[in-house]
C-alpha cells in the first residue's frame, strides 16, 4: 500500500515563527500536493508538485512557500506563521499523469498563537 | 471559477439508504470523484465516475451523474455506522487527469443505531 507520511500530528506555533510541514511518500509518486482543510470550506489547494524542483501556485499560496529537494518528500514551509494559517493540512501523491486517484496523509493540525 | 457544492450534513439510521449531493460547474472534468474521510485520518478515495458515465455501482455504493445539471450524488445501501465519516465530492481540473482536485465542503454523514 502507498503511504504518504506527514511528520507531525499535531503543532502549536507562535505568530511569526517560520513552521516547516514535511511530508513524504514512499511509493515513487511523480505528483504531490498540499492543501489546507477547514470546517465549511473544505479542503483548498496550496501548492503542488509535478517533479524535483518543480512547483505550481495552488488556490491559495499566498504565505506559504513549498520545496522539493527529493521525489519522495515535498515540505510545505509557513515563512512567518499568522494565527489565519490555524488549520489542518493535507499533503496527498499522486502517480502522474493518467492517474485519478489521490493518496492522503493523515493531516498535521497547526495551531498558531 | 470552477466550484464544487455541497450540503454539510446528513443524519440516516443504521439500515437506510444515504444519499449525498453534490453540484459543480466545470463541464469539461474528465472524472469525478467521491474522497471518505474518517475520524483523524486523512482522505481515502471512495469510488469515482468517467464524464461519460451516467452510474456506477459498486457493491452498496452507487454514482449517479447528470452533466446536464452538473450534479453528482453518492448512494449508500443499507448505511452502518462504520460509514460515519465526512464525504468530499470533488471534480478534477480540466483534462488531463493531472490529480488537481478541487474539493466541495465535505459532508458529514452521521449513522445513528
Known amino acids: 500500500d502507498v503511504k504518504v507520511t506527514q511528520s507531525s500530528r499535531y503543532l502549536v506555533k507562535r505568530t511569526g515563527e517560520k513552521v516547516f510541514l514535511e511530508c513524504v511518500q514512499d511509493?515513487?509518486?511523480?505528483?504531490m500536493f498540499w492543501y489546507r482543510q477547514d470546517p465549511g470550506l473544505g479542503l483548498r489547494l496550496i501548492y503542488f508538485s509535478y517533479d524535483v524542483k518543480m512547483k505550481e501556485k495552488g488556490d491559495i499560496p499566498e504565505g506559504y512557500s513549498v520545496s522539493r529537494e527529493k521525489k519522495e518528500r515535498f515540505s510545505l514551509i509557513l515563512e512567518s506563521a499568522s494565527t489565519n494559517q490555524t488549520s489542518m493540512y493535507l499533503c496527498?501523491?499522486?502517480?502522474?499523469?493518467?492517474?485519478?486517484?489521490?493518496?492522503f496523509g493523515s493531516g498535521t493540525q497547526l495551531s498558531v498563537l | 471559477g470552477e466550484d464544487v457544492e455541497q450540503s454539510l450534513f446528513l443524519s440516516v439510521r443504521e439500515g437506510d439508504s444515504s444519499v449525498i449531493n453534490c453540484t459543480y460547474t466545470?463541464?469539461?472534468?474528465?472524472?469525478l470523484y467521491w474522497y471518505k474521510q474518517e475520524p483523524g485520518a486523512g482522505l481515502q478515495l471512495l469510488t469515482y465516475i468517467f464524464s461519460n458515465m451516467d452510474m456506477k455501482q459498486d457493491q452498496r455504493l452507487t454514482v449517479l451523474l447528470n452533466k446536464k445539471d452538473k450534479h453528482l450524488s453518492l448512494r449508500i445501501a443499507d448505511t452502518q455506522t462504520g460509514d460515519s465519516a465526512i464525504y468530499f465530492c470533488?471534480?478534477?481540473w480540466g483534462s488531463g487527469n493531472t490529480g488537481k482536485l478541487i474539493f466541495g465542503q465535505g459532508t458529514t454523514l452521521q449513522v445513528k443505531p
Open positions: 466545470d463541464s469539461s472534468s474528465t472524472y
Open positions: 511509493m515513487d509518486h511523480e505528483n
Open positions: 470533488a471534480e478534477s
Open positions: 496527498a501523491s499522486s502517480p502522474g499523469q493518467g492517474s485519478e486517484k489521490l493518496f
